[in-house]
């Protein structure tokens, strides 16, 4: 399987490039091919702007690139930090840039003329992993769970992808090296069981 990971973190010693890193070489090692995004690393630039927005699905070249990784995955996985019950902004821009109309979604009707999203992206499978430093129990009474809704519903689902999943590892500030170890495993053995191996 033709897996994408993408990654949005500035800082390159965070947990999340921890996760980022060892899900890549977990599923390359039972033989997928894995293209890794670091989209910080990148320098990627979030804004859409107007001339972009009026050339239609005209892409800019990196954008066009970006595109055709998600076009061509056979999964996707995203790895970033809850910053605001959000993710972070240069993630926000990936998605207003690359999950482009006609491509990763198109507009339709159904038999009744009601207006319908079509999703088309080829990718039956995501795994979102997000990290908060808030405890899991405050974060539901307080918050409830936005970026759930977000990724299976308002993102994924929005452009076809069947089966989404979501790790959340909270709190990792003052997290020990025993317990972001354990969350590393457990983070690979859930990738592994989404995209297992074709042999």
């Known amino acids: 399987m033709n897996i994408l990971i993408v990654l949005a973190h500035p800082h390159l010693g965070s947990f999340n490039h921890g996760i980022a890193q060892r899900i890549a ?4 090692a039972v033989g997928h091919t894995v293209t890794l995004r670091d989209l910080c690393a990148e320098r990627f630039d979030p804004n859409f702007t107007e001339d972009e927005l009026l ?5 800019p070249p990196l954008i066009r690139e970006h595109a055709d990784a998600v076009l061509a995955a056979d999964g996707i996985v995203v790895v970033h930090p809850n910053w605001w019950g959000q993710p972070p902004a ?3 821009g990936w998605l207003d840039r690359v999950l482009r109309p006609g491509e990763a979604y198109c507009f339709g009707t159904n038999d009744r003329g009601e207006g319908v999203v079509i999703g088309q992206l080829k990718a039956r499978a995501a795994l979102v992993v997000t990290t908060s430093n808030t405890p899991r129990e405050a974060e539901l009474e307080r918050y409830g769970d936005p970026l759930d809704n977000l990724w299976k519903r308002c993102v994924w689902g929005f452009c076809g992808i069947d089966k989404v999943e979501r790790i959340n590892f909270e709190p990792v500030i ?3 090296d025993e317990c972001r170890s354990a969350w590393l495993t457990q983070c690979a053995r859930q990738a592994l069981a989404l995209f297992p191996s074709a042999e």
């Open 25 to 28: 070489s977990e599923l390359a």
């Open 55 to 59: 050339r239609g699905n005209v892409a």
């Open 90 to 92: 240069i993630l926000k």
């Open 174 to 176: 003052g997290s020990s």
